[in-house]
């Protein structure tokens, strides 16, 4: 027998940071940054000129080195890569590794490594890739890829097309996230284009609006003007930031130029519909361009864009048999394609075995570490030993909501059975119960089903979706059985997952024992985490998250905690522990929870997190005047005037004006107001920063008096 051979994969782009390692070809562990720094989407980033630094993954480099039990010695090559810039020279300043083993692909070849994500990891013996994302590589002349697309079976990956785009020419993942902004949807100071995908069905079909992104029927590109986007905000009025009324804009970023709408107002419904619309159309034109110029009859899809869910489900339409998506398909799983680049194109090994990929890349925790996780807490005494399925069934059949962490982290960001937030999809208004008091996530945002395939088939439609996309929740469905009318979407569809009981045993047992108490095979899944954290990864991560969440009952391993069952003191003494041990930014948690909408919840949260008013002032300007904002907002709603005034005041006095700026915006906020008086109006505009004190003391003009506080915002 030979030695065994050991390639290091290593995503090195600014966010969504990642390793993986393969022992003979095959995947041995992988897992993105953040699921140990516990820090969304893991932004890597430092200093003023944040593209030229970037830190390697290190903990996730630990992680699966010590998951295979290698040392960097012991690796044949590490392949490193990044979107943007090269990556190399950086990566060897950082780890130990003999240069002469350390390579990545030339340049522009960010999307050769989510091609390669794709293409190792599918089910299917050829098939064409398609590549759709933000960014990758930049070249000279500042243009940037933008879609690509190969063909591959069994060998190295045969380049079909490239296309690129620039700061006046907008790819598709840039377009999306464009509106994502504008209707102030963001996760990890970034915009969500999830979210958008969400929002996307609560609104409708604006005929009056032109199209913006242009189909190049000659090659299969899009085209999408940074100029043209420009002229369609500032048509429909959105409210356009002081100082910035008659710029033009030179890039994607320009575009903050606007107010970003709230995303609870019909508008940024509309828009959202209308971005989801156009990508739609954009991606089904390009993978019909595709299927003409190769002769492979399955694709195999990543980058940003292929978690776009709704367009997935229609891709068969445009002529293949089968679809198969990378379950990381952002820039976490280059990590994979990266390892896969190195072993097959450089090393010059087959394609892995074709069968279907497990998403569960992550290593299985130890019992031990299990009780020291409820120890650390000091919950162990009322944590006891179960069979995980049958008592998590029971304890859904019961209408209770079960934290549920078995076996080795799913890859990518799609909860599969793993890392899960569980619940009976029957009960009524479940999803709004999630979304306000365990995940605390705007509440227009859907949720997703598992089951097995006898029964999903039963009560979803999806006969005209790719059968590959089903095991990694890629896809939608129409919902066909009035039992899952609770969790269906506002568009009668939902995500589901086909749960494979091979891969899934524990899991598989649970749907099947919670089917024989209530009759259904299929539950709620959504993923474990809130508050805006990752996934949660460890046994510790799923103690303090289900500590800081809603939820009724944890199940880790074969442990249990049932909530109602610790003493109240205790409880008390342990989610103050969880939320010192959080990484969590208080002020920033409690923004994200006021601007999902809840803002009681946002106060309570800076109540519970110790957070103190002291500590705000030495975060900076912005951090004040949000701090203030969040207390002004909240006076507002509870109508005392005199408290929301003298928050105004001091938003006012750290908003870096002039003294007597200040002084004239405390005079106003005295001035016995009249209605509709356009003067001083005119006034407030131009002393408020960014038009928002104009706003507050407009409303005042209008009502005489504090108007009932509604989570809507009336349209510019």
């Given at each position: ?46 200093g ?51 240069a ?13 490594a ?25 070249l000279p ?38 509106f ?9 100071m ?16 604006h ?14 590109d ?22 910035y ?17 709230d995303?609870?107002?019909a ?63 952002t ?57 995980p ?17 078995q ?44 089951g ?92 303090r ?39 969590l ?82 005079a ?49």
């Amino acid at each position: 027998m030979g030695k065994d051979r050991y390639v290091l994969g290593i995503s090195m782009s600014r966010h969504d940071r990642a390793a993986c390692l393969l022992k003979n070809g095959s995947i041995v562990a992988a897992i993105g940054e953040e699921r140990l720094d516990r820090r969304k989407r893991s932004i890597g980033s430092y200093g003023h000129r944040p593209s030229r630094i970037i830190l390697p993954p290190l903990k996730a480099v630990s992680y699966v080195l010590r998951a295979g039990g290698v040392r960097l010695d012991d690796l044949e090559l590490i392949v490193c890569g990044r979107s943007m810039t090269s990556c190399r020279e950086m990566l060897l300043q950082y780890l130990p590794l003999p240069a002469e083993r350390v390579i990545e692909p030339p340049v522009p070849g960010h999307h050769l490594a989510h091609a390669y994500s794709a293409y190792a990891t599918a089910p299917f013996d050829r098939s064409a890739v398609l590549v759709i994302d933000e960014q990758g590589h930049h070249l000279p002349d500042g243009r940037f890829e933008k879609s690509s697309w190969y063909e591959g079976e069994g060998s190295a990956l045969r380049p079909i097309a490239n296309f690129y785009g620039s700061d006046a020419d907008l790819s598709l993942g840039m377009f999306y996230n464009a509106f994502a902004m504008l209707t102030s949807l963001s996760e990890a100071m970034a915009p969500a284009a999830g979210k958008l995908m969400g929002l996307a069905s609560y609104g409708v079909f604006h005929p009056e609006w032109p199209e913006l992104i242009t189909l190049d029927e000659q090659t299969g590109d899009t085209h999408i003007p940074l100029q043209g986007l420009d002229d369609f905000f500032s048509q429909l009025g959105l409210p356009v930031r002081i100082g910035y009324e008659d710029a033009r804009p030179r890039n994607l970023e320009d575009l903050a130029r606007y107010i970003s709408l709230d995303w609870s107002t019909a508008l940024a419904a509309d828009l959202a519909y209308k971005a989801q619309q156009e990508l739609e159309r954009a991606v089904l034109h390009i993978s019909r361009f595709l299927k003409k110029n190769t002769k492979a009859d399955k694709l195999s899809y990543a980058g940003g864009v292929a978690l776009n869910c709704t367009s997935n489900s229609r891709l068969l339409e445009t002529g293949w048999s089968d679809v198969y998506v990378h379950p990381a398909a952002t820039d976490d799983g280059n990590a994979i394609g990266l390892a896969y680049y190195g072993w097959i194109e450089h090393l010059g090994n087959p394609q892995a075995a074709h069968k279907p990929f497990s998403p569960f890349t992550g290593i299985t925790y130890a019992s031990e570490a299990v009780d020291g996780a409820f120890a650390s807490f000091h919950l162990n005494e009322y944590a006891r030993t179960v069979s995980p399925a049958e008592e998590g069934a029971l304890r859904l059949a019961g209408g209770e909501i079960v934290c549920w962490m078995q076996g080795g982290s799913e890859w990518g960001p799609r909860a599969l059975g793993a890392r899960s937030i569980l619940a009976n999809p029957q009960l009524t208004a479940i999803t709004e119960r999630i979304n306000s008091t365990v995940k605390f996530r705007e509440p227009f945002r859907p949720f997703a089903v598992s089951g097995l395939q006898e029964d999903l088939q039963q009560m979803i439609d999806w006969d005209q979706v790719p059968a590959s996309l089903g095991m990694y929740m890629l896809a939608t469905g129409s919902v066909k059985d009035a039992r899952l009318y609770e969790v269906r979407h506002v568009d009668g569809r939902v995500r589901y997952q086909v749960v494979q009981p091979d891969l899934q045993p524990e899991f598989a047992a649970l749907i099947q024992k919670f089917k024989a108490a209530t009759g259904l095979g299929v539950v709620l899944n959504t993923s474990f985490n809130t508050l805006g954290e990752p996934l949660v990864e460890s046994p510790v991560d799923a103690v303090r998250q289900f500590l800081l969440s809603g939820a009724d009952t944890l199940i880790v391993g074969e442990r249990m905690l049932v909530r109602r069952e610790i003493p109240a003191a205790v409880l008390a003494s342990s989610r103050h522990m969880a939320f010192e041990r959080s990484y969590l930014d208080p002020l920033q948690t409690a923004l994200g929870l006021e601007s999902a909408g809840y803002p009681e919840q946002a106060l309570k949260f800076l109540e519970e997190s110790a957070f103190h008013e002291r500590d705000v002032r030495w975060d900076g300007v912005e951090m004040v005047q949000a701090y203030h904002g969040l207390l002004m907002r909240a006076a507002l709603r509870e109508a005392d005037l005199q408290k929301a005034q003298e928050q105004a005041r001091i938003v006012f006095e750290w908003s870096g004006m002039p003294l007597e700026a200040i002084r004239a915006a405390r005079a106003i906020s005295e001035y016995p107001f009249q209605p509709k008086d356009a003067k001083l109006g005119y006034l407030m505009r131009y002393i408020a920063s960014q038009g928002g004190g104009w706003k507050f003391l407009s409303d005042m003009l209008e009502e005489q008096s504090l108007p009932a506080v509604s989570t809507e915002r009336s349209e510019p």
